[in-house]
């Protein structure tokens, strides 16, 4: 079984400042990934950033990285410099790398970015 | 812009209606995948194929019917459905079914009067 949990049903945060959202999971199986994903009010899903289980180094896009901590089973996503197409819906995603699974999602967080 | 196409963006349906969403991508990849989104929650997975066979189906009811005619198209019929089942209806694909991020269409947004 799998499970992803995001606490913050909302974030707000000022242009130019870094944002981070947490993400927390829960797996037995040593062998995942883990993904993050932008859902703007347009209603489409963007994928942002991926994480690999055995990945030694965090994972970096552009602005996005990864926090990585695999004892704690976190998965925080850091967003540096935020501007204000930032704002929409983020979820944090998980797949286990067996046969008969699929990619859930966490509840998500709504960001919200300010001049 | 996105390499996954969905249609129709907007649909509205009677309950007495039968319907189909369709879903496309040429990137070749072998997993396709049907989500289903209320508003301010998650996706929901309804069904995954694999290599064109019917490989999750995540308890979904009989008037949501899959169908997968070729590695490119995905369809999902509809027939007597329920206000409930109002929602917006995400069709993915990734290379395979454990390999690699999943590239979302912008959904088919549906209504059931």
């Known amino acids: 079984a799998q499970k992803i949990t995001q606490t913050q049903p909302g974030m707000f945060v000022q242009e130019k400042e870094a944002v981070t959202l947490d993400c927390t999971y829960d797996?037995?199986?040593?062998?995942?990934?883990l993904f993050w994903y932008k859902q703007p009010s347009s209603g489409e899903m963007i994928f942002l950033i991926y994480q690999g289980s055995y990945d030694q180094q965090n994972a970096t896009e552009g602005r996005y990285s990864l926090n990585f901590q695999k004892a704690r089973k976190s998965a925080n996503l850091v967003i540096s410099a935020s501007q204000l197409g930032d704002s929409a819906m983020y979820f944090c995603a998980m797949r286990l790398n067996q046969a008969g699974t699929a990619l859930i999602f966490g509840k998500g967080t709504t960001l919200s970015v300010s001049s | 812009d996105t390499e996954v196409t969905q249609t129709p963006k907007h649909l509205v349906m009677g309950m007495t209606n039968k319907k189909s969403l369709k879903c496309e991508q040429h990137?070749?990849?072998?997993?396709m995948y049907w989500y289903k989104q209320k508003a301010k929650k998650p996706p929901e997975l309804m069904f995954v194929y694999s290599y064109e066979k019917l490989s999750i189906n995540e308890s979904v009811p009989s008037r949501f019917s899959p169908e997968c005619p070729n590695s490119s198209l995905l369809n999902l019929h509809l027939h007597a459905l329920q206000p409930e089942d109002s929602a917006l209806y995400l069709c993915?694909?990734?290379?395979?079914?454990?390999?690699?991020?999943?590239?979302f269409g912008e959904g088919s947004r549906l209504t059931v009067l």
């Open positions: 990137m070749g990849h072998r997993a």
């Open positions: 797996t037995s199986d040593p062998s995942y990934g």
């Open positions: 993915a694909s990734s290379q395979g079914p454990n390999t690699g991020e999943l590239f």
